[in-house]
Nanobody
Framework: QVQLVESGGGLVQPGGSLRLSCAAS????????MNWYRQAPGKERELVAS????????YYADSMKGRLTISRDNAKSTAYLQMNSLKPDDTAVYYC????????WGQGTQVTVSS
């Protein structure tokens, strides 16, 4: 059974940091690129970061570039998204997605940036 389980979201003050995790099971994690998306209320889901299957290539959306670090540990079948200098506009549900022969979504984790 394929599962992607995000964790690490929560309430953080502006300027704070969070580290999201995406734990994968049920497929060969090291064969898949991993993407992080976010969806704010009333907005479309947008890609914020991506990492290749080996971790050798990364992509960041302009909206969060310089404040994100995406990484992965293939031995643990887990992807991470380190988010720094968070702003209220970063409030959204954050999702991970595995992309390869097939694609799989996680259920999302809420990130709320507010004082």
């Amino acid at each position: 059974q394929v599962q992607l389980v995000e964790s690490g979201g929560g309430l953080v003050q502006p300027g704070g940091s969070l580290r999201l995790s995406c734990a994968a099971s049920g497929f060969i994690f090291s064969n898949y690129a991993m993407n992080w998306y976010r969806q704010a209320p009333g907005k479309e889901r947008e890609l914020v970061a991506s990492i290749s299957s080996t971790g050798g290539s990364t992509y960041y959306a302009d909206s969060m570039k310089g404040r994100l670090t995406i990484s992965r540990d293939n031995a643990k079948s887990t992807a991470y998204l380190q988010m720094n200098s968070l702003k209220p506009d970063d409030t959204a549900v954050y999702y991970c997605k595995a992309v390869g022969r097939y694609y799989y979504w996680g259920q999302g984790t809420q990130v709320t940036v507010s004082s």
